[in-house]
């Protein structure tokens, strides 16, 4: 009876949406009315892409007023401040993502590390700032990841490109140390992600000596990602480092999936959804049973998944402000999950980008189909509101 009692209760709508007034509200359900039309935001990303490059100057205007606000905390780290202090107004802490990816050129690539220094500094003078997170593929070209992982013989100009990323990678990850801010580096496809693998243990081996600093992200659609996780982890134990380690189930299947038929060998994601969903539990139970050398975040919007995490928690009388026990979801979804969450008094953390509008909508377009696609997230998401305004006898 008594964990009945304390079991949280995710479908409570006035907890979920307290921070947001009536009309923001209703922007919200229309917003997710609209993303739930398949055909809609598939026509609607390849147009906005189109106008964008095109430069067609409503573009920017209607992207900023619908989709990017509901996303994106802003375009500057000054911009994303009144959505941090929101959010934290409720305990809920922001993991800063500058949304900068897949870059060709030198200039962009030490940008992208300045930026993400910035959001360091920014971090280390904001209590509700603990970590940043960022992709490889904004600080190395794809081009060459891909070549590395391929065993390819690095030229004198590539060994001269790679030893750049090295040093960038470091450049955060030691002024990450000197801040005591996390840093998350994202997964990425599969036929680069032993390279992003490589440069993220280097990093955790050399900073993760007495504190977790550096994490490394485990897509567990992946049907070799569990095995991966729990080698990961012997091979920190071994050389004397604690492991990072963000659980995601992934963000690039369909790709995948495509590429691994194009080219004609296995895919890499698991056979089915409940494969998917057992390694992603049993990942979280690996982490809670390891969870004073592994700091772990569990990054989904997976109400069970997310549900199992916390009962495991109050069954083992883990104090839930443990440093190494964290939830995650998306900025400007899954709120049911979040703030209901830290009601409760889980650590628990949004995941908001920034950056220019031209910048993040790569970004806000994997939003916007997956979900619509794969997970039926925006169904979800569009019913809880719903509720919400049916409670405020709103319309």
Same mark, same amino acid.
């Given at each position: 009876m008594g964990a009945a009692k304390e079991a949280i209760d995710f479908s409570n709508t006035e907890i979920a949406f307290s921070s947001k007034s009536n009309k923001e509200l209703k922007k919200a359900a229309w917003l997710f009315n609209m993303m739930n039309k398949q055909w809609l935001v598939d026509y609607m990303s390849s147009l906005g892409l189109v106008a964008l490059k095109m430069r067609l100057p409503f573009v920017n205007k209607i992207i900023k007023e619908t989709i990017f606000t509901q996303f994106v905390g802003g375009r500057t780290l000054l911009e994303s401040q009144p959505s941090i202090s929101k959010l934290y107004e409720s305990n809920i802490q922001s993991i800063l993502d500058y949304g900068a990816?897949?870059?060709?050129?030198?200039?962009?690539?030490?940008?992208?590390?300045?930026?993400?220094?910035?959001?360091?500094?920014?971090?280390?003078?904001? *209590?509700?700032?603990?970590? &940043?997170?960022?992709? +490889?593929?904004? !600080?190395? %070209?794809?081009?060459?990841?891909?070549?590395?992982?391929?065993?390819?013989?690095?030229?004198?100009?590539?060994?001269?490109?790679?030893?750049?990323?090295?040093?960038?990678?470091?450049?955060?990850?030691?002024?990450?140390?000197?801040?005591?801010?996390?840093?998350?580096?994202? *997964?990425?496809?599969?036929? &680069?992600?032993?390279? +992003?693998?490589? !440069?993220? %243990?280097?990093?955790?081996?050399?900073?993760?000596?007495?504190?977790?600093?550096?994490?490394?992200t485990y897509q567990m659609y992946r049907h070799d990602r569990l095995q991966y996780l729990i080698d990961s982890f012997s091979l920190a134990q071994n050389e004397g480092y604690l492991l990072g380690a963000?659980?995601?189930?992934?963000?690039?299947?369909?790709?995948?999936?495509?590429?691994?038929?194009?080219?004609?060998?296995?895919?890499?994601?698991?056979?089915?959804?409940?494969?998917?969903?057992?390694?992603?539990?049993?990942?979280?139970?690996?982490?809670?049973?390891?969870?004073?050398?592994?700091?772990?975040?569990?990054?989904?919007h997976n109400q069970e998944s997310v549900r199992l995490m916390a009962e495991l928690i109050r069954e083992r009388n883990i104090p839930k402000s443990h440093p190494h026990l964290n939830f995650c979801q998306l900025y400007g979804m899954s709120d049911n999950l979040s703030f209901n969450l830290a009601n409760a008094g889980y650590s628990v953390s949004k995941y908001l980008p920034y950056g220019q509008i031209k910048e993040v909508v790569p970004y806000l377009i994997r939003r916007a189909k997956e979900n619509t696609a794969v997970s039926g997230d925006m169904s979800r998401e569009y019913s809880f509101i719903k509720e919400e305004l049916e409670r405020r006898k709103l319309k």
């Open positions: 990816e897949a870059k060709t050129e030198e200039k962009d690539f030490n940008f992208t590390m300045n930026e993400n220094m910035r959001a360091i500094e920014f971090a280390y003078t904001n *209590a509700s700032v603990p970590v &940043i997170s960022t992709k +490889i593929t904004g !600080l190395a %070209r794809f081009g060459l990841l891909e070549g590395i992982q391929k065993g390819e013989p690095l030229t004198r100009e590539t060994r001269s490109e790679y030893r750049s990323i090295l040093k960038r990678v470091d450049a955060i990850c030691h002024l990450a140390h000197e801040r005591k801010v996390g840093v998350f580096f994202d *997964a990425e496809e599969s036929w &680069i992600q032993d390279s +992003i693998d490589h !440069l993220v %243990r280097l990093m955790m081996k050399r900073y993760n000596k007495n504190e977790v600093i550096v994490y490394n963000k659980l995601v189930r992934g963000a690039y299947m369909e790709k995948e999936r495509v590429r691994a038929e194009e080219m004609d060998y296995p895919s890499p994601i698991q056979i089915n959804k409940e494969a998917t969903d057992n390694a992603y539990d049993m990942g979280i139970r690996f982490c809670l049973d390891n969870y004073k050398e592994i700091g772990f975040c569990n990054a989904t």
